[in-house]
């Protein structure tokens, strides 16, 4: 679909403008034809012409958009639509209170195609990866029920309930990284600096030291003459090992691996089944059908199994097998959640066992992170612990043997 600027003379001899999205010049003319007015003009829109496109779009293109930045953006808009703003002029004014510029240029693009006659779920589609791809589906369902104000609100608790988890999971992992971090440095200024400084004491003398000492001096001198080019190649292959997974099929073989570590495997399973299980419930509340909402929901979730699984429960959905039984022998799902969900479906409630399932693993990821960072955080400081002492206690060594050599 393409923007075209009209003049045009309107039934009561008025000369109207403004903006249609049509695939071509033709059907410009012709629905301005239905609407009785008489086309004078109709030219593909430039943004060269154009405020906007000049201004705030021009300078922050399309692109991904922050979690955060999503979340605000659709509570605002469900406040100001509870309102009983018009879907246009709740935009005007959203763009109007939003203080970051790649927000605002977003707000002012869907606002001019709302404006020329799209649909908001057609405006937001036209973003492209802007917003998840359940976003305009759900937007869709709820202008064609006349609920588009219940549905904004709705999706506005999703995305938020998402993003408490999220915060939720960095948080309980927040600390064990830190006291990871805080080690790696203690080390660092110890193979930088402490062990240097002593490796003079030890130079010259007639002794062969422990084999754990000749170690530690050995990294120290590694550290000391190659330590800034261990860092970048480390940044380098860390940054080139997430791109590759991200774009190749060894990345889709780590996430089935993933699936299959011990607690790493369980805590992934959780957190997967209670978005993957949230949307849908969001979705078929709010009108969308199974299949549809099945197709939406793949968006949601980030491992390659989840995401490769729900194709064939779709065919299996749509043969007439019902999702229980597909969840199941997809091997992926708890088995807890396949049997509430198998209840919903045979006592026809399934829209609400949906939400109370993902509700019920919400709840279990975040007991599952109590539980590991509670077992985490004392073995991490543990283990790291010993590894400094091990350091400290072989440089101990060195200076004894040296302190017991005949005079």
Known sequence: MRRFRYKALSPDGDVIEGQLLSSDRRGVIERLRDQGAITLSAEEARNTGDRRGMGLSALFPRRKFAP???????????FLLAGRLPLDAALQRLSGITRKPATRALIER????????????RAIEEEGDV????????????????SLDETIERLAAMLEAGQKLKREVSAAMAYPIMVLGLTVVSLLVLFTYVVPELR?????????LPLAAQAVFATAEVVEEFGWLILAGLLVGAGLLRYGLGRSAAGKRADYLILRLPLAGD?????ETA??????????????TLLSALEMAQGSVSNAAFRQAIPTLRRRLAEGRGLAGPLEESGLFPELATQLLRVGEESGRLEDMLERTATLYDGELRRSLQQIVSLLVPLVTIVLGLLIAGVIGSILSAILSVYELPF
Do not use: C, I, W
């Open 267 to 271: 805590l992934v399973t959780k957190l």
């Open 131 to 146: 917003f998840p791809p359940y976003y305009a589906g759900m937007v869709r369902a709820g202008e064609a029920g006349g």
């Open 68 to 78: 955060d930045d999503l979340v605000l953006l659709t509570r605002e808009l469900a």
């Open 110 to 121: 869907l606002e001019e195609s709302v404006r020329a006659g799209a649909s908001f779920a």
């Open 275 to 288: 978005r993957f299980l949230r949307t849908l419930a969001t979705l078929t509340h709010n009108g969308v």
């Open 200 to 208: 003079p004491l030890f130079t010259g003398q007639q002794v062969e």
